[in-house]
């Protein structure tokens, strides 16, 4: 068995693992299940035992990569292991992990050995690290620091501060995103590698807890730096680097937060299901919703995959599709949830199981960075690059590798110094222009085949549709770029993206239910509705199929995503 082959096995038992000792989320007598994580959130804390239990799994080595002693191999096995936590409570996947790992990114990329090391130790022995980076006041602008670091000596000396800052109370190290230069421009930034515990009371002082309306276990707090004096040996990479560094590690965290929420709408949908059960109200409208739900989830989940893989395989084009990615995801997940709760509401209300979960999903994902200065932060990205790909690459660049979509597709491990902030192509539109291409002139037989080709027809014609319009756009035009019209076509973009991302998911599934058009041609068919097609009818019985799936993963207890896996949840006796 290769290196590869061990690790992926690894990987997947490590999850089952996992799943396995948080137990079945429903059952009342579970102390880690919803009843005792929906207390905790009353309570503005995390659940201790929920945390307690990943300490002995020793799951802060998940975030440590495999170089440095770690088990983080690359980004979709790190999803696979989130998934489990995320599936139960987005906060403890933000509070105990995954912001740990936000902050300890510029460090693994660009940090000295020591500094690396230093880090890896920290997460891997379940310490937090924190990051001085997105304000109160400003959301996710990171350009407009608040932290000030002026020359003095051979060090730095920090004047400002920040409001709220996930697990400042408990981080053990502290990566800032500091002004190094007055000057504006984006070499005015530099990442500074901190010790909270020697800096306090020496110019660091520690800001009480701030109340949150999402993820309220999370501790939020902050730090006020009034001279604080620190050696240069703090120093992350080179000085100016910050912005650069920051845009490079936002690729992993994007596509993280995206790959791992994926299982957090899972539970949603898995209560609306039993609550339409159980009330008798699994009638044509809810069997809709249901199913149109578990083919947004596939077809997610399709785009999350190819994203994560890329981080390894396509280091040079990850930027664009992770923005992409986590710009319009979040985006179906949200409408998605408000789909589902018209089936939850429909079997009354009940505060502390299915309708509670919804409820404080809802309030979580805006506060886990799925919501309006996200898409902002995304947009920035997106937008300026599309009327240089409308030149260079829609139409020409060569369909990506197999292994960005294949089941079970090996992928090398993941290299924070080799990813890129600009330049690469588009591989998502690639594989829809070139899957397109092969269905216009497929034979998949029946209906099926019809509304293939139809619907391919149509996404083929509306790239070409978006490479015209963005081709009519000078790049480095600042009023066109920062209209209304660019922010439409970079929606446009980004539905056309997950679509090339699911259909060549099922392009190459040969066997099982992912081999079936049924689930690829309903959640094609809801995208087309977001690009305002008109499309045909589905094939009668396309709902059906769909919804079968769905029961059958119901009743065995096995996941609602690309991965299918055993889950701790019963399911139907």
Known sequence: MTVELRERDDVRRRAARLERRLGDPGDPTNPLG????????????????????????????ELVPVALGGRLHDAESLVHVLRPVFRRDVALGFGYGITSLFAAAPVFAAGSPAQRAHVARLLASGGRAAIVHRSLAHGTAMLRGEVDALPDGDGYLLRGRKDVVVNADRAGAVVAYVRTDPAPGPAAHSVLLLDPDALRGDGLRLLGRRPTTGMRGCRFAGYEFEDCRVSGAALVGAEGAGVRLALRTFQLNRTLITGAVIASVDTVLRSALRTALAAGALGRRQRG???????????SDSCATAVLRALSLLPDSAHLAAAGLKYLVPDLLRDDLEELATVLGAGGYSRDTDQGMLSKLLRDLPAAGLGHAGTASCQAVVIPQLPLLARTSWGVEPEPADALFAPGARVPALDLTALQVAGGGDFLAAALGAGADRLAGDTVPGPYGTILRTMATAFRDALRELRDDCRAVEPGDRAALTGPAMAARADRHAVLCVIGAALATWERHTEGFLADPAWLVLALHRLGRRLGLTLPPLPADCVDRVMEELLARFAAGRGLDLHDAPLAEAGIP
Do not use: I, Q
């Not at 929906?38 to 503005?44: G, V």
């Not at 919703?289 to 077809?299: E, R, S, T």
């Open 34 to 61: 919803f009843r005792a994580l929906l207390t905790a959130d009353d309570a503005c804390e995390l659940l201790p035992d929920a945390e307690a239990l990943l300490d002995d799994e020793g799951f802060g080595a």
């Open 289 to 299: 919703v249901l199913a149109g739900v578990f083919a947004d989830l596939l077809a």
